[in-house]
């Protein structure tokens, strides 16, 4: 049987050789497709001296392993024997069987191109090979109508992207040919494209991609985010600056980053760490100036030193109506002992040393308010010591609760420590001034005590200072007050044989001398000490931007301030 069909493709390749056109000849390509090269058009040289028989005969071998191999669905080795025939004996229908073998291992356009050169080559007065072959004419218009088949086949694309719901756009200069969005497919005739990929707040991407008809196309692409400008200028300049807990900088930081949100932070030796969350917007620049304050001082030793003997006091004060059973003393241990726990297990590693200041003047202060107000009340001793030592309790707590519900400074702290201490030494100075009875004395001095107290707390709101020169302020009043004393010595000098009513105007002129010269210390202490905390011209460090001669927009860093 296959002898008799070599036989019949031998007869056919014989009659028809002639009436082959060029095998040379490629079609024009045309705008977004690429026509493919056919290996016809490749064919090597004959060498002339072969015999047409020898040709022949070459050629039905090869044709004859190429149906062999088709028929065992090997369609790319059917292909290359295919081709080999046909490069030596050029017979028009073995362009259909290449095609065939194409069409059947999906190479769509290769198989469109050899059923093209099949119609094209199909003479118009072609006639059947025999009584069983189909009349060439009615093939050919099959092959046409398959060919229209298989043009209509597309390519299937689909593009992944991180992040996703990117907009997918594929077209050439013929115009858009399919549309999508990431993670679904897009179905496209064969050609190139130019595709592009779009997603809100990311930089769009446009690449060139050559698609085959019936072909499926797989692509990932990871999404660059659009980008802006950040800036940081931190104080102190040697402080280290941070950017989603990386590294960046010292002091500064400049640089183009993806739109997004960031959490920027800088740290320094003896600073408090500042943390912030900024969002870069696309295309813009967006400034931080970050101010590193200092650490806050501890105060928890000297608050459980105070606790350990205020309780003490407290304790004792309040059983002082037992003091003559003993049980006035052990209450004062026991007080201490129970104050020194309490503050040593119970206050914080990093207490504030504002609250512990602001706790310690709150104490004090109550334990005065309550000792000068029962003796307004009172002269008995056995009254007045409680009330003193439930004051003491009592002003601490309120103290302590109020120092950590307002973060209280140190230098606030100080500044109302400052006001009570002045009032109640110029309440009692007064007092001993007037020689007033004890009532008397004791509403003077509650009285100067409620003035400072209230002048401190005021004096908070509008004035900023710093421990030291609080300090500088009480140095300046006790020196003034040791010098009024010396003063009074120098103008009234005192001998041994005073009388009663000579003591009593001694202490008068004492207390008054002592009231001026608290008074001109004061005021010194306050002139001289007005510039320790603040420059006299004020600087900050600020960001700023500057246009080029170029039409740029830099950033600059620099200082400003007024006088």
Known sequence: MRAWIAILVVVALATHASAQPDPRRRESGYVGKDIPVLEIDDCPAID????????????????????TLYLQGDYDGAVQELVASYCLIPFYSILKDIGQAYERSNEYEKAIGYLERY???????????????????????????????????????????????????????????????????????????EMTIERDGYEPITTQIDVRIGKPYTFFFELTPLRGQLSVLVTPSDARVFVDDRQVGLGHYDEALPAR??????????????????????????????????????????????????SA?????????????????????????A??????????????????????TSSLTAGVLGYAGASVFTDRDDVIAPVFGASLLAGGALGYYAGQKKDISPGDAALINTGVLWGTVTGSLFAVSFDAPRRVGAGLVLG???????????????????RTHALLIDIGGLAGMVGGLAAESLAYPTTSDQSAQADQTSREHLANFAL???????????????????????????????????????TTYGFQGSF
């Open 48 to 67: 002339p001296q072969i015999p047409q028989a020898e040709l022949r005969r070459r050629g039905s071998e090869h044709y004859e392993r190429g149906e």
């Open 119 to 193: 119609v094209l080559a199909i003479p118009s007065d072609a006639k059947p090979a025999n009584q069983c072959a189909p009349d060439p004419q009615d093939d050919k218009a099959n092959v046409i109508r398959r060919i229209s088949v298989l043009q209509k086949l597309q390519a299937r694309v689909f593009v992944e992207t991180k992040p996703g719901g990117a907009q997918i756009t594929i077209g050439n200069e013929m115009g858009r040919a399919g549309a999508t969005t990431s993670g679904k497919p897009a179905d496209v005739p064969g050609g190139r494209y």
């Open 261 to 310: 949100q960031y959490k920027i932070s800088a740290e320094a030796p003896g600073r408090k760490t500042v943390t912030r969350t900024v969002e870069i917007l696309p295309n813009q620049l967006h400034r931080e100036l970050l101010e590193l304050p200092a650490n806050p001082q501890t105060g928890r030793r000297q608050l459980i030193a105070y606790t350990t003997v205020g």
């Open 313 to 337: 006091v407290a304790t004792g004060a309040l059983l002082f109506t037992f003091e003559g059973t003993g049980l006035s003393g052990l209450g004062s241990l026991l007080g201490g002992t």
């Open 339 to 360: 104050g020194f726990a309490g503050g040593y297990f119970g206050f914080d590693d990093h207490l504030p040393l504002g609250t512990s200041n602001l706790t310690i």
């Open 448 to 466: 100067g005590l409620g003035m400072g107290g209230i002048s401190g707390v005021l004096l908070t709101r509008y004035f900023s200072i710093s």
């Open 516 to 554: 001026g010269g608290m008074a001109i210390g004061l005021i010194t202490a306050g002139i001289l000490a007005r510039d320790l905390d603040d420059p006299k011209l004020p600087v900050r460090p600020v960001i700023g931007t500057a246009t080029g001669t170029d039409g740029r927009s830099t």
